[in-house]
């Protein structure tokens, strides 16, 4: 169980009007489903939408996940806090390693502890634990960096980290995607053999790191993504199949009371910035939201790993400003002035043309037009868009290269379909729709345009992908999850985070339990 401290947040992202969510760390989507039975047509309708517009705001997370380069970033980040602990724990003698486990479980002491008042590690004392404290210390480093990158109304009880502390993280970052992960960036050679140089490209200058508060509120990265989702929603409404039934006025009302509820809340934040910055009053807000959904996607696209690996051209490390999605869209809210708003989304080359103009006037730079790096590719590695793939538990590659895989596909979106990754709401009626009806609805073709696995309203584990490999990416998936509860918490692992099926198993505790100890204390590193 983890202790319910800030810095170990598990942040979900939840849509605006429901109780339905995407997980990131689970990979799982749950979708509320509506009762329709015995409802008024109009009604019915009405639950229709909101069903509807949920499955759409939940989507566009998965594609933010792993369609943006902030996105990667944050799940290159965990993958590389994972990486350290198998590491630092495989590197120590097995003893050792099992009275560590003994310890959280028996006497509730967790390898990591955090001290209530300074809410930073607990180190124990004397030269033998030198060792163990430095792996505490870089496993809350990145913690505390991807906190922050992510929600940093957390400052607010831990503070800044050091700006040197986020060079030296990105730096493990880099350093795990290319020395464990096959990534083969230009930049590789020097990654690998001068890790010190590298971790400066990212070492930002602690006079520059600031954070984004408007009237009191703190923008952060997650409200961003929360706010470009809720506006796709919006798009649902018009020239749909709801407006025959719901009628102009139906569907202006819905719009209404919807943007009421966007703009009283956090998610509402970005919206008003703008129309603050264009001193515009509520009568423009659906001008306004075409531009608010660009700013979201350029401000989440800055030049973090695993899009760039390399320091910027004319300068030694890049600047808190350029990599920090807050402060990317505050500074291209302030260039929209002179540039002007965005009419719609609904056209790659009109987008594309909008973002570099923008980027232009702003001198921001961003990786919409980057490729997704080269990864050494393996005889044995396994097709992900093949349903006839079997996948066994001797299968040496774990979901972190599904998820790779994903990265590299929706890559081709950002080159070719900015539609879909700035505006999905858009693509579901008209003319888009028709150009994009394969990704939209054909997962058999398509197969990484949506997230796997999902939470059933019986409170079971639902697949929309094979048995064979749903089973396969939620045990790998599972095995890395509790790897966190591991250095964090202490006693029985908390899988509240899972459906009932899973988190009520006593099977399922047995067999992390024995695979714990097996890959920890029995593993060894060569």
């Not at 605006?16 to 109009?42: C, H, M, V, W």
């Not at 001008?287 to 320091?311: E, G, K, Q, S």
Request: glycine share 4%; aromatic share 12%.
């Amino acid at each position: 169980m983890v202790p319910d401290l800030p810095i170990f947040n598990h942040t979900i992202y939840h849509s605006g009007f429901t109780e339905s969510f995407y997980d990131p760390r689970t990979l799982l989507t749950k979708i509320l489903a509506p009762n329709l039975e015995g409802q008024e047509k109009k009604e019915f309708v009405l639950r229709g939408f909101e069903y509807n517009a949920t499955v759409i705001h939940e989507r566009v997370h998965w594609f933010q996940h792993h369609g943006t380069s902030f996105g990667c970033f944050l799940e290159a980040l965990r993958l590389s806090q994972q990486n350290t602990t198998l590491r630092w724990l495989r590197e120590m003698p097995s003893s050792r390693v099992r009275d560590f486990l003994r310890q959280r479980v028996e006497f509730t002491t967790p390898i990591l502890e955090i001290d209530p008042q300074t809410r930073h590690p607990i180190f124990a004392q004397g030269d033998e634990h030198d060792q163990m404290n430095l792996f505490r210390q870089i496993w809350f480093d990145h913690q505390w960096v991807h906190a922050v990158f992510e929600d940093s109304r957390i400052s607010k009880q831990l503070g800044k980290p050091p700006g040197t502390v986020i060079g030296e993280v990105v730096g493990d970052v880099m350093l795990a995607l290319c020395a464990e992960h096959d990534f083969l960036p230009q930049t590789k050679n020097a990654i690998l053999t001068t890790p010190l140089t590298a971790r400066q490209w990212f070492s930002v200058d602690d006079t520059e790191m600031m954070f984004v508060s408007i009237s009191g509120m703190y923008l952060t990265s997650k409200i961003l993504m929360e706010c470009a989702a809720t506006i796709s929603e919006l798009q649902l409404l018009p020239e749909s199949l709801w407006m025959p039934v719901l009628g102009k006025a139906g569907v202006e009302t819905v719009l209404t009371n919807r943007i009421k509820t966007i703009l009283d809340g956090d998610y509402g934040i970005p919206i008003r910035s703008l129309l603050v910055v264009l001193n515009a009053g509520l009568d423009r807000l659906l001008d306004v939201l075409p531009t608010v959904n660009v700013l979201c996607f350029i401000a989440l696209n800055p030049p973090l790993p695993p899009y760039v690996m390399h320091p910027p051209d004319d300068a030694p490390s890049w600047r808190w400003q350029d990599i920090y999605p807050p402060i990317r869209f505050a500074r291209l809210a302030l260039c929209v002035k002179k540039v002007g708003l965005l009419s719609d989304c609904r056209d790659h080359r009109t987008i594309a043309t909008y973002i570099d103009k923008l980027c232009d006037v702003c001198q921001l730079p961003h990786t919409i037009n980057t490729n997704y790096p080269d990864r050494i590719s393996y005889e044995e590695t396994p097709c992900f868009a093949d349903e006839n793939t079997v996948y066994s538990d001797s299968l040496k590659f774990s979901h972190h290269d599904y998820i790779f895989w994903v990265q590299s596909c929706l890559m081709r979106y950002r080159l070719n379909a900015l539609p879909l990754m700035v505006s999905f709401g858009d693509c579901l009626s008209g003319d888009l729709l028709k150009q994009y009806v394969n990704d939209v609805l054909n997962f058999d073709a398509v197969p990484f345009s949506r997230c796997p696995l999902g939470w059933t309203k019986n409170d079971k584990l639902g697949f929309s992908c094979s048995v064979d490999f749903g089973n396969w990416l939620f045990r790998s998936i599972l095995m890395d999850y509790v790897l966190f509860d591991v250095v964090a918490g202490t006693g029985k692992y908390d899988l509240s985070s899972f459906p009932g099926e899973i988190n009520q198993n006593e099977i399922i505790y047995e067999f992390l339990e024995k695979n714990i100890i097996l890959n920890l204390t029995e593993v060894r590193n060569t």
